[in-house]
């Protein structure tokens, strides 16, 4: 591992992002950093074609729960309905459904949320949370019947409202120092994207739609590719063979 990690760390794969209001010259950031040589790529990632449950034992009070599923691209046209879905399921933190039946309603949790990762060779949605190893269980299912229910029922009108105000509104308050811009024009520049697409955000945020989120909930909350990983001591959660 140590080994794969140096060669990926060189000078062929490094870029730097600054943002100030000096035009002075500055010295080389890469020094002694190797020049180096590309690494092959690992194999192409395959989305999973059926459910799998994977439990790893550990003497723990509560066993911690990653849900994964095949995500979306970040150029996919359907981007923005899948940001908006997300906020509601379970990135909106307090706000999300996930938050209110998992911790407000039954108390399983202290936290659950959900993002979207998006990689250079996949892409992935992924849910996550702890609860007691008596509880994890019930959590699970509460889950996945939050998933099948954004699935067939969509968000309402005022969700879609509300996450629009907020992913907008959010994006402006963080661009509050020099780092957290050059932090997002580093997201901007690995998600190939150019500067000036924070310029068009808030309209392609704007423009999504109530049937916009229904269909993207229908194409990545699947169960059929959902991937389960608990670790713990889990009562109630069996592993696949």
């Not at 299912?141 to 959010?170: P, S």
């Amino acid at each position: 591992m140590a080994s794969s990690c140096c060669a990926w760390r060189s000078r062929s794969r490094a870029s730097i992002l600054t943002w100030s209001s000096s035009a002075a010259p500055r010295p080389s950031p890469f020094g002694s950093l190797v020049v180096g040589t590309v690494p092959p790529l690992p194999p192409e990632w395959k989305p999973p074609t059926k459910p799998r449950t994977i439990v790893v034992e550990r003497p723990v009070p509560q066993s911690t729960v990653l849900m994964a599923l095949p995500g979306i691209a970040r150029d996919d046209p359907d981007w923005y309905a899948a940001v908006v879905m997300n906020h509601v399921l379970g990135g909106g933190g307090q706000q999300s459904r996930l938050f209110a039946e998992v911790r407000d309603k039954r108390g399983l949790a202290y936290g659950v949320s959900t993002g979207l990762r998006t990689y250079k060779r996949a892409a992935l949605m992924v849910i996550s949370t702890a609860s007691a190893n008596e509880r994890v269980a019930e959590a699970i299912r509460v889950i996945r019947a939050e998933l099948a229910r954004m699935r067939t029922e969509g968000i309402t009108q005022q969700e879609l409202a509300d996450a629009k105000t907020y992913l907008n509104g959010a994006l402006a308050l963080s661009l509050d120092s020099s780092g957290s811009v050059a932090g997002l024009l580093q997201s901007l520049q690995i998600d190939g994207l150019s500067a000036d697409h924070v310029t068009r955000r808030t309209a392609l945020i704007d423009a999504v739609k109530l049937e916009d989120v229904r269909r993207v909930a229908r194409r990545l909350l699947r169960d059929e590719a959902m991937t389960t990983v608990v670790v713990g001591k889990p009562v109630g959660v069996t592993a696949d063979p």
